[in-house]
């Protein structure tokens, strides 16, 4: 007999064994904590005086990325707190290379349009940007109805596409109205800025602000004109 074959099915009759015991990783999802911009994410982050957490960034199957706690959660367990200085705020721009630009501006921008204005300004500064850990981690893209062509918009069920097409024109509508104020930082970049801050960057952003904003009371200024939401891009 050949005892040589007769131990490697062996061995992969007690992997297959094993397996069987051991739910799919799709069960739970892919676990991206080792992925290099996951590894920076948390550098950042602790660099800003977040706590390590129990929480690990996963994909999810038919959902997407999300966060998986590594440990039961116990009702009213608070579950991430994060320090103010992980917060992409509307202060924060006004303190940046931004904020002279926007103080000046007349009538003033609103609150989404500088938090849109300077995430596009970091990503295109790229490796110089202090927000590059966060912005790599960013979605390139959205499902958003903003990024809706023609065709899925006339899938849609008439009331379905008639909102989706308020939004979509509502960004347009703020990025043509927010061309001069935009093309005034031009003094800030050695490119075109019409190149940098194009229909397509500007749709990003917005997308990237409405998809991942948290609630924070609204610090009133005088260089932003009044808006009812506390922007803070977590």
Known sequence: RNWSNMKKRKGRT?????????????????????????VQLRKWLKQQGFEDSTLQPTYFPGTGR????????????????????CLLTTVKVLESYLGDYIKRWKPPVSPMLAL??????ERHIGICSAWKPYIDVLPKTYTCPVYFAEETMNCLP????????????????L?????????????????????????SAFQWAWCSINTRTVYLKPVKSEYLCEDLEGFALA
């Open 66 to 85: 999300g966060l998986m706690t590594t440990e039961p959660i116990k009702a009213g367990e608070l579950i991430i707190s994060l320090p103010e200085n």
């Open 116 to 121: 849109c204005t300077f995430l596009v300004a």
């Open 158 to 173: 008439v009331p379905l596409r008639r909102k989706a097409l308020e939004q979509r024109n509502a960004v347009k509508e």
């Open 14 to 38: 007690c992997r297959c064994r094993k397996r069987k015991k051991q739910p799919p990783a799709s069960v739970y999802g892919v676990n991206l904590s080792q992925e290099r911009c996951y």
């Open 175 to 199: 990025y043509v109205s927010s061309r001069p104020f935009l093309f005034s930082l031009q003094p800030l970049f050695h490119e075109n800025v019409e190149d940098i801050f194009n229909y």
